[in-house]
């Protein structure tokens, strides 16, 4: 695996507050690398800096030696990177293939002058959205309800929804927030089989999750924060044997590493 993603000194204050501290990580190419700590750590605030939603206060972000600095997410969006979060955002007044499928319109859509006399052209491109939309809810056991509005679906069923949506640009860099969060057992199985899924299709992916037997089967390697400071970074085993990440995190050590 060679360096994909890089964060480097990061830090991110507001007002007097220091939500991240001088944070240094790497996601490697094809690499799920996961992010844990307790709540008010920072891993949504690093997270909302990788995305271009909060500009960070000192430090550097780099997609394949590009520095990101700076860019809004609609550009890091470009860029092909996408977010989650940690609840379902999508649009409850849309079917399920409507919604996956308006997410496509700024990659596919022609431009205005374009579309006042090409009809055809967008009629047709609306149709291979809606296609494009069904083969991504195939793709993560949605297919059956491709027809129901948002609104009706079971809050596992919109976290799947969401994670649809989000990859429905083809993003090179998924970033992951608590994408288990409120979901059963039989749920969470169905997760991790399509997250594992986009990751063997080449989608590297940083995940911020508390579900640990959802980390310690999935990721590759995991970074731990803890105060807003970096306390750790290793594989599955590493961590669970820290006794820096068991006093701040786990409690106790954990099992099922994958």
Do not use: W
């Amino acid at each position: 695996m060679t360096d994909f993603f890089r964060v480097s000194n990061l830090t991110k204050n507001f007002g007097g507050v220091v939500a991240i501290s001088d944070v240094s990580l790497v996601v490697r190419e094809h690499e799920i690398l996961g992010i844990i700590g307790p709540n008010g750590a920072g891993k949504s605030t690093l997270l909302n800096i990788v995305a271009g939603f909060y500009p960070q206060t000192a430090g550097t972000v780099e997609l394949k030696g590009e520095r990101l600095d700076g860019l809004q997410s609609f550009e890091r969006a470009h860029r092909r990177i996408a977010r989650t979060f940690q609840r379902p955002m999508v649009f409850p007044n849309l079917t399920a293939q409507q919604c996956v499928a308006s997410a496509q319109i700024g990659k596919r859509m022609p431009a205005m002058r374009e579309a006042l006399f090409l009809r055809r052209h967008v009629a047709s491109d609306k149709r291979q959205r809606m296609a494009n939309a069904a083969a991504i809810l195939t793709r993560v056991g949605l297919l059956e309800r491709i027809d129901a509005l948002a609104s009706n679906l079971s809050h596992g069923d919109q976290m799947l929804l969401q994670l649809a949506v989000a990859v429905s640009n083809e993003p090179e860099l998924l970033l992951l927030d608590e994408p288990a969060s409120g979901l059963n057992p039989t749920e969470l199985e169905k997760l991790r089989v399509v997250i594992q899924g986009f990751n063997e299709e080449g989608v590297t992916i940083m995940m911020v999750e508390h579900r640990m037997e959802l980390v310690m089967s999935l990721c590759h390697r995991i970074v731990v924060l803890n105060k807003g400071e970096q306390i750790a970074e290793g594989t599955c085993t590493e961590i669970q044997n820290n006794p820096h990440v068991i006093e701040a995190y786990l409690g106790t050590r954990k099992t099922g590493c994958a």
